[in-house]
């Protein structure tokens, strides 16, 4: 009965290679969220969607690329991966509004070598 | 423009003394919402409250408490008689009604409870 799912829970590849991230929610909501936390714990947007439209696209390099099937997912897809792009990504889910919390998934760490 | 600080980064206390986790914030909205959410070492992201800009009433839920004040544009965290288990990375966030798609964090106040 997981809430946010997303996988894998680890990623640990080379540089300039291509990888993607998955993600899924069952709680019936109509946003999702990429988030990106850093070595020093930040926690910054990437993207938002609601209802499979892109809403929020903050200043993040086109290597990486949303996708939303439907509003239950939110895939990441990143290309040409750089040292630079090693930390632990979130999936998140709300109700749009901001009224309602962001629930996360459990992360995935991505390692860059 | 949306902005949480913390400015406590990292907090060291020996079991049972109370801590307070500080939070300010701006915001260029009459209705927003702020949350905290907790990072226990094993990197999960659990929330914890939410208040609206329009209940200033504090709340408490078990050892934890939630002081909010509008004057101030603060939202701080007590935790009472904590516990090597509160040992985490705290995080107060903060959304806007008519921005609401964008959930801005604070930098986190890493707390270390000793035995």
């Known amino acids: 009965d997981t809430a946010v799912s997303q996988t894998p829970k680890y990623l640990v590849t080379q540089m300039g290679n291509d990888k993607s991230i998955k993600c899924e929610q069952n709680?019936?909501?109509?946003?999702m969220y990429w988030y990106k936390q850093d070595s020093k714990k930040f926690l910054k947007i990437m993207f938002s969607?609601?209802?499979?439209?892109?809403?929020i696209n903050e200043t993040v390099p086109n290597r990486f690329s949303p996708k939303s099937p439907d509003k239950a997912h939110l895939n990441l897809h990143i290309n040409s991966l750089e040292l630079g792009d090693s930390a632990v990504y979130f999936c998140?889910?709300?109700?749009?509004?901001?009224?309602?919390?962001?629930?996360f998934g459990n992360g995935t760490r991505l390692t860059v070598t | 423009a949306q902005k949480v600080t913390q400015a406590q980064t990292e907090i060291s206390v020996v079991e049972k003394e109370d801590v307070t986790l500080d939070c300010v914030y701006e915001?260029?909205?009459?209705?927003?919402?702020l949350f905290w959410y907790k990072q226990p070492p094993s990197g999960e992201l659990v929330f914890l409250i939410r208040?609206?800009?329009?209940?200033?009433q504090n709340e408490i839920s078990g050892r934890y408490s939630w002081n909010f004040q509008k004057s101030t544009s603060s939202f701080n965290f007590t935790i009472t008689a904590s516990q090597v288990v509160d040992s985490a990375v705290y995080f107060c966030a903060l959304s806007e009604e008519n921005y609401g798609q964008n959930f801005v964090f604070g930098p986190g106040t890493r707390l270390s409870v000793l035995p």
């Open positions: 208040r609206n800009s329009f209940d200033e």
């Open positions: 969607y609601n209802n499979k439209e892109l809403i």
């Open positions: 915001t260029r909205d009459t209705t927003y919402y």
């Open positions: 709680l019936g909501h109509d946003t």
């Open positions: 998140a889910s709300s109700v749009l509004g901001g009224r309602s919390p962001l629930h």
